[in-house]
């Protein structure tokens, strides 16, 4: 089993779309995948319809340390796509976390005990937290995405950074390591100043300095992405093909070199995916 948590100390940079579209490409691809909500503003939990939803959520499984499948996981509407759903409405996990001796340390226990799945996609509050240091630690790789603009790439060298360098400190005394983080550019526009921001960024941390890797892909503005969330379905679903006229590539191709960089293993399964949808022949006119 894989972990990926998606992160930004910075609120606005797109973290749940992205989760939302990765995991449901993966999943499409024939992983099995599961989505855990950390966001107090769960707008991951309703990304997607349920099929069926549990009782409990990431309270019972953080709070709790309920790991019962049936209590804790729901099940989207999409094969192979499960949720733990956000429902810790009275926000007391951060303080329950801040006074246990393992708090910082306990979703890397939990997820040790949950099997059966292949890829596991954590959404993360846009902001420092004692819950946003639980999921980096509990992660194989972490997935940063910011937005072409200099005060967002600002907050992401004080604010994303210096979290990961304050954690490198901490994890020398765990079993524990701060995994190396992938910086997603989103929200891609066709301006100098945007592609300056992305290049800049590139340069800062080229060769991988200080475990940040900037991608060469990115994710384009555009309402594919609205939309598709609108509609409940991923957004290689709702737009597997470029519309005519455009130059930007299609949602579904933006995400599939997205996978792709992130892990050059699930390049054959993405290679291989054949849409089952009904947008089969091409985009909703609403692409266009």
């Known amino acids: 089993m894989c972990v990926f948590s998606v ?30 909500d950390l966001d107090s503003q769960p707008t991951l939990s309703s990304y997607y319809p349920l099929r069926t939803e549990a009782p409990g959520g990431t309270y019972e499984l953080i709070a709790l340390s309920d790991t019962a499948p049936d209590r804790v996981i ?52 846009g902001a420092r937290s004692i819950t946003l240091e639980m999921a980096v630690l509990a992660s194989d790789h972490a997935l940063s995405p910011i937005t072409p603009e200099l005060l967002s790439a600002r907050e992401f060298v004080r604010g994303t950074v210096g979290l990961l360098r304050d954690l490198e400190a901490l994890s020398q005394f765990t079993h524990l390591s701060v995994p190396p983080v992938s910086v997603l550019v989103n929200r891609l526009d066709e301006t100098a100043d945007a592609r ?4 800049t960024l590139a340069e800062m941390f080229a060769a991988g300095e200080q475990g940040v890797t900037v991608m060469q892909s990115t994710i384009r503005a555009g309402v594919a992405f609205r939309q598709a969330a609108s509609a409940g379905l991923p957004a290689h679903q709702f737009e597997p093909r470029k519309p005519a006229g455009r130059k930007s590539p299609s949602a579904a191709d933006q995400i599939k070199a997205m996978a792709r960089e992130l892990n050059p293993d699930w390049q054959p399964l993405i290679d291989a995916m054949v849409s089952t949808t009904a947008m089969q022949g091409g985009c909703h006119d609403e692409c266009h």
Not at 8 to 36: H, Q, Y
Not at 105 to 112: N, T
Request: hydrophobic letters at 40%; glycine letters at 12%.
């Open 7 to 36: 992160i930004s100390t910075k609120g606005g940079v797109g973290k749940t779309t992205v989760t939302a579209n990765l995991g449901g490409l993966l999943a499409d691809a024939g992983l099995r995948v599961l989505f855990i």
């Open 74 to 125: 729901s099940q989207t509407a999409h094969p192979n796509l499960d949720v733990v759903i956000s429902n810790d409405h009275a926000g007391q996990l951060p303080q329950l976390l801040l006074n246990a001796p393992d708090g910082r340390f306990r979703l890397a226990q939990l997820l040790s005990r949950l099997s059966g799945y292949d890829l596991v996609l954590i959404d993360t509050q």
């Open 196 to 199: 300056g921001i992305h290049q």
